[in-house]
Nanobody, 109 residues
Framework: QVQLVESGGGLVQPGGSLRLSCVASGGRKPMDWYRQAPGKERELVARIISGDRTNYADSVKGRFTISRDNAKTTMYLQMNSLKPEDTAVYYC??????WGQGTQVTVSS
């Protein structure tokens, strides 16, 4: 059974940082971070394509960094210089399309 558990969300002031984690079990590698803000569609934030190749949404380039541990079971999203528009529920997704339950990120003063 594939399970993903995200953590690390919270309330942070604009300009602050958070690090999200996604732990995957059940044999599927986590590869994507998505987010969904209230009233908006879920959007891809960052993706591990293969090895060191990554892809980012234009809105987060230069501020967010996606990474994965060597065992390929834990994925991270380092988020720096956070903005109020980054407020959303953040989800990880595995190869094969399994989703976690999400973790709330709120950027507000």
């Amino acid at each position: 059974q594939v399970q993903l558990v995200e953590s690390g969300g919270g309330l942070v002031q604009p300009g602050g940082s958070l690090r999200l984690s996604c732990v995957a079990s059940g044999g599927r590698k986590p590869m994507d971070w998505y987010r969904q803000a209230p009233g908006k569609e879920r959007e891809l934030v960052a993706r591990i394509i293969s090895g060191d190749r990554t892809n980012y949404a234009d809105s987060v380039k230069g501020r967010f960094t996606i990474s994965r541990d060597n065992a390929k079971t834990t994925m991270y999203l380092q988020m720096n210089s956070l903005k109020p528009e980054d407020t959303a529920v953040y989800y990880c997704r595995t190869v094969g399309g399994y989703w976690g339950q999400g973790t709330q990120v709120t950027v507000s003063s």
